[in-house]
C-alpha cells in the first residue's frame, strides 16, 4: 500500500533528475568553452538558457518539498539500479530506478530544455 500521493512523485522525481541535469549542463557548458569551437557563442547561449530553466524550476521544486515536508534521499547505486527514499507526511516510500532510464529520461529532458531555450533565443530571427 502505498502512502505518497500520486500527485507528489512528479516533484520527487524532478529532485532526482534536476540535479543530475544541472550538473550535465554545467560540465558540458565547460567542455564548450574549453573545446575547439569556432563558434561558441551559440552552444553556451542555449546551455546556459537550459541552465536557467533547470535552476529555476528547481528553486520551486525545493520550495514545494519544504512547504509540503517532503524529503527525498538518495541511497544504494549498485551498478543498474539506484534507489531513492522519498519522505511524506511521516510516510517513507523506497523505489529503485534503472541507471539507464536515469540517463535515458535525463536526455530527453535536456532536449526539452534545449528546445524550450532555442525558442526563446530564436524569436523575432529572420530565418
Not at 543498474?80 to 523506497?94: A, N, S
Not at 528546445?115 to 530565418?127: N, R
Amino acid at each position: 500500500m502505498r502512502f505518497i500521493p500520486s500527485e507528489a512523485i512528479p516533484y520527487f522525481e524532478n529532485m532526482i533528475y534536476l540535479p543530475i541535469i544541472i550538473n550535465v549542463l554545467e560540465k558540458d557548458r565547460g567542455e564548450i568553452e574549453i573545446g575547439s569551437f569556432k563558434l561558441k557563442k551559440p552552444y553556451v547561449e542555449i546551455i546556459e538558457g537550459a541552465l536557467k530553466a533547470a535552476r529555476h524550476e528547481m528553486k520551486e521544486t525545493n520550495l514545494y518539498l519544504k512547504r509540503n515536508k517532503m524529503i527525498v534521499i538518495k541511497r544504494l547505486n549498485d551498478g543498474t539500479f539506484t534507489e531513492y527514499v522519498f519522505m511524506h507526511d511521516g510516510h517513507e516510500e523506497r523505489r529503485k530506478y534503472l541507471n539507464i532510464r536515469l540517463r535515458n529520461r535525463t536526455e530527453e529532458l535536456i532536449s526539452i530544455y534545449f528546445t524550450k531555450s532555442g525558442e526563446h533565443h530564436t524569436k523575432g530571427a529572420v530565418i
